[in-house]
């Protein structure tokens, strides 16, 4: 790279339950700047959460589908002689995070509930209990990387 690594923004843990990591999911899920909204369409996807699981924590149960959808290796593309070869790499911590943010929302984005908040509860609870579509993109990318595994001496 030319120029410096970017640095790290620090954000501001959210209202309700002082977590970042919340933050920074409501943040990817925020269109046009509406934050209130984001925050709004979160929390109540959360309460629906809560009303139908009374065992666990609403939090526990998001962090958990997080946990569950995020990836731990990825195929990278490598152009080698004329070829290109998919090359798994292990995948850095806050990069996982990201990848799995992005793809419950984008998961969440397409199901066919009625409001946002509802497919989002809906794509939460399946990604707990490691089923719905963030959760089988997860196991695509390991199942690329598994069959991708003979290239990794390609690796830089």
Do not use: C
Request: glycine letters at 4%; charged letters at 35%.
């Amino acid at each position: 790279m030319r120029k410096k690594r970017a640095k790290k923004r620090i954000l501001l843990p959210d209202p309700k339950f002082g977590s970042s990591v919340v933050t920074r999911f409501v943040n990817n899920l925020m269109l046009d700047g509406k934050k209130n909204t984001a925050f709004k369409v979160f929390y109540t996807a959360l309460d629906s959460i809560a009303a139908k699981i009374e065992e666990e924590e609403a939090l526990v149960v998001f962090e958990k589908a997080l946990d569950n959808v995020s990836p731990h290796v990825e195929v990278r593309s490598r152009r080698i002689g004329g070829a290109t070869f998919q090359i798994p790499h292990p995948v850095r911590e806050d990069r996982r995070v990201s990848l799995g943010m992005k793809w419950m929302i984008a998961a969440a984005r397409k199901r066919n509930e009625k409001t946002m908040d509802a497919k989002l509860s809906a794509e939460l609870m399946a990604a707990y209990k490691e089923e719905g579509t963030a959760y089988k993109k997860k196991q695509d990318t390991h199942r690329m990387a598994e069959a991708n595994k003979a290239f990794s001496h390609f690796r830089f």
